[in-house]
């Protein structure tokens, strides 16, 4: 068995400035069944609240591959960055990897390879069609490229003042805060840019950007993203919040990341200190399957939440992995328990090689009305297509409006009966 250390990576040098302290460590009386299991049991999420328990199946994954390495080691963040599984030979101590998997690394690869060893710990290590596993290991698949693929699908090179600046709408404007990610998910609509160390974090860069802001009153909100910016040290995210929050027009800050379902570790009492200083601060969470919900998810959005940061989660519609009712629903159930609200359910983009993700639209109409009416509203996220060369987010209903009859109109429910209603102003 190697211990920990010989799966450190050369892709390290990306870390950031490691100056936080690492959180609370994890007592080993969690360590129970060693039984992979779907849809973490709620009793086990409760626990979790007391912020010293681990999942079940990571303490198995740990206790096979990483029995050297410390409580204290697992939960610091830095450590599962820095040991980040990046390489194929890596890749095949945890996997028995299918024909299709090895198939992939035939290729040079254009979107790397990186899975942070408490995400492994979430694959089925025997089945290559389990969604997290498909997720985030490549496969032959994504070298085919179909007609409709393109690598920038939604035009944001075309609409990029800077470089890793887009302003699309007016009043927003999206900052690509480096290229990073400690996971990279294979169907990432930027997969032309992340993990190619192109977009930097760097302060001129970072400078020019918050420049181009300051000099368009226009823009109220400001979305960071990239890559993932809560890979950033709490110094850097504190340095670069306060600048945006200096400039009067900004009304709104805004942080994609999914970090709480691929390291949620790194949300820490210090980080929350840091966001709590610079409301209002909105955070769009990537959550894509149930089984990313588990108690350290939980704690990690607990932590969030009770920070005063509204939650919202972006879903991508992906073939084999999410695109049935009952999974959506255990989805968005478990979002809803993790004052996360589900917000847009995405249908997968066509960037290069995603044909094996990409669904039909009807199959995500058909995934809405499963959803609207049998469960909370809350619970139901916008479907959207984001439009081809910049068109924007689109958002696809199914048909609940009939027609008119006269000034009646005619409306199905999601039982599918009809109800008449009678629209007095309208004018016939
Ligand atoms: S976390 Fe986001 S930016 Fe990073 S690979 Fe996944 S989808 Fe792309």
């Given at each position: 068995m190697r211990s920990a250390k010989n799966v450190s990576t050369p892709s390290a040098r990306l870390i950031p400035e490691n100056e936080e302290e690492p959180p609370g460590s994890i007592s080993p009386a969690a360590r129970t069944s060693p039984a992979k299991v779907l849809f973490f049991e709620p009793s086990i999420i409760s626990r979790a609240k007391s912020f010293k328990k681990q999942n079940s199946i990571t303490s198995?994954?740990?206790?096979?591959?990483?029995?050297?390495?410390?409580?204290?080691?697992?939960?610091?963040?830095?450590?599962?960055?820095?040991?980040?599984?990046?390489?194929?030979?890596?890749?095949?101590?945890?996997?028995?990897?299918?024909?299709?998997?090895?198939?992939?690394?035939?290729?040079?690869?254009?979107?790397?390879?990186?899975?942070?060893?408490?995400?492994?710990?979430?694959?089925?290590s025997n089945d290559p069609d389990q969604p997290l596993r498909r997720s985030v290991v490549p496969t032959e698949h994504e070298f085919s490229k179909m007609p409709e693929e393109e690598d920038d699908p939604l035009g944001e090179e075309s609409q990029s003042p800077l470089p890793g600046l887009v302003h699309r709408y007016p009043d927003r404007v999206l900052l690509l805060v480096l290229d990073f990610c400690t996971t990279y998910c294979r169907y990432c609509t930027r997969s032309r840019l992340v993990g190619k160390g192109a977009i930097l974090p760097s302060q001129s860069r970072l400078e020019r950007a918050i420049e181009y802001i300051r000099n368009t009153p226009s823009i109220r909100d400001v979305l960071l993203s990239g890559g993932d910016p809560l890979t950033l040290s709490d110094r850097k995210l504190d340095w670069l919040l306060a600048r945006l929050r200096e400039i009067p027009h900004v009304e709104i800050i805004r942080i994609g990341t999914k970090i709480p379902a691929v390291l949620p570790q790194r949300i820490t009492p210090q980080l929350v200190r840091v966001f709590k200083k610079y409301h209002p601060l909105w955070m769009s969470l990537h959550f894509t399957h149930p089984e990313e919900c588990t108690p350290e998810a939980y704690r990690a959005c607990g932590m969030l939440a009770d920070g005063g940061i509204p939650l919202g989660s972006q879903t991508v519609l992906l073939n084999g992995i999410n695109n049935n009712v009952d999974t959506m629903k255990a989805?968005?159930?478990?979002?809803?328990?993790?004052?996360?609200?589900?917000?847009?359910?995405?249908?997968?983009?066509?960037?290069?090689?995603?044909?094996?993700?990409?669904?039909?639209?009807?199959?995500?109409?058909?995934?809405?009305?499963?959803?609207?009416?049998h469960t909370s509203g809350y619970a139901v996220p916008n479907y959207v297509i984001d439009a081809p060369k910049g068109g924007g987010k689109i958002p696809v209903m199914p048909d609940y409006v009939v027609g008119y009859q006269g000034n009646e109109l005619i409306l199905r429910n999601y039982e599918n009966k009809e109800f008449r209603y009678t629209d007095s102003a309208c004018r016939v």
């Open positions: 198995a994954f740990r206790r096979k591959f990483f029995p050297m390495v410390s409580d204290k080691q697992w939960n610091d963040w830095h450590w599962q960055v820095i040991n980040r599984i990046c390489r194929p030979d890596q890749l095949g101590r945890f996997l028995n990897l299918s024909q299709a998997e090895q198939n992939a690394f035939k290729h040079s690869r254009k979107l790397p390879l990186s899975i942070t060893p408490y995400y492994m710990s979430l694959l089925n989805l968005v159930h478990h979002l809803m328990k993790m004052r996360v609200r589900p917000y847009y359910l995405y249908q997968c983009d066509p960037i290069s090689g995603s044909r094996h993700f990409r669904t039909s639209v009807e199959n995500g109409l058909e995934i809405i009305r499963g959803l609207r009416g």
